[in-house]
């Protein structure tokens, strides 16, 4: 049995992953989590196999990137499969460079997820194809650069606002907004909005 940890912040979704892992009879959702602090404390107390994380877990707070290498540091047998929305090649490389064994999009097929998680506890590549070709093809290129709406969603965030002053003064939603900041974040090798800004900052790439 293939014992396995729910790591997202949104309760409902985290709801909707289990009933579908719930179908398959050598799975075992153990627990979930939606924090790094709650990531830590599950693995305390319960036996896992593998962690399936998303990378976005809150304003504020660690996210999947930083959750990834801290269950790797502490719990080397624990696989990690991150499974976001986000597919962007910074967010592939970062996560493997943590130690992810792998990487799903949401809107991937419910075998390929089933299979990604067996294929992870057997130590196996658990990565579907059209990824994994993205990764080989990347090779050692730099991440990319900032776009100018992400430079300008960080100038803004560096003068002290908050998401929904943002989407208002940008005429655009708070999801727009948090997609900006995370692709950014990702980027600039950052885990929330806080460190990007000051990250970009300190490389000249805005001015406050």
């Known amino acids: 049995m293939v014992k396995i940890l729910l790591v997202d912040d949104h309760p409902v979704l985290r709801h909707g992953v289990r009933t579908l892992l719930d179908t398959q009879p050598d799975f075992e959702v153990v627990a979930e989590a939606g924090s790094l602090e709650e990531v830590s404390a599950r693995l305390a107390a319960l036996p896992v196999d593998v962690a399936l994380v998303d990378l976005d877990l809150g304003p504020d707070k660690p996210g999947g990137i930083e959750v990834t290498s801290a269950i790797r540091r502490t719990h080397e047998s624990v696989k990690v499969l991150i499974f976001t929305a986000y597919d962007s090649d910074a967010d592939i490389v970062r996560a493997v460079e943590a130690g992810a064994a792998g990487y799903l999009v949401k809107d991937s097929r419910p075998a390929d997820l089933f299979q990604a998680i067996r294929s992870a506890v057997l130590g196996s590549e658990a990565m579907p194809g ?12 730099p991440l990319e650069t900032l776009t100018s709406r992400e430079l300008e969603v960080l100038t803004l965030a560096a003068k002290g606002l908050s998401n929904r002053e943002l989407a208002r003064k940008l005429v655009v939603s708070e999801a727009t907004v948090k997609t ?6 990702t980027k600039l090798g950052t885990e929330n909005r806080q460190a990007a ?12």
Do not use: Y
């Open 197 to 208: 800004v000051a990250a970009a900052v300190k490389q000249g790439l805005i001015r406050i």
């Open 130 to 141: 059209a990824i994994a070709e993205r990764l080989r093809q990347r090779g050692d290129r």
């Open 180 to 185: 900006h900041l995370h692709h950014a974040s």
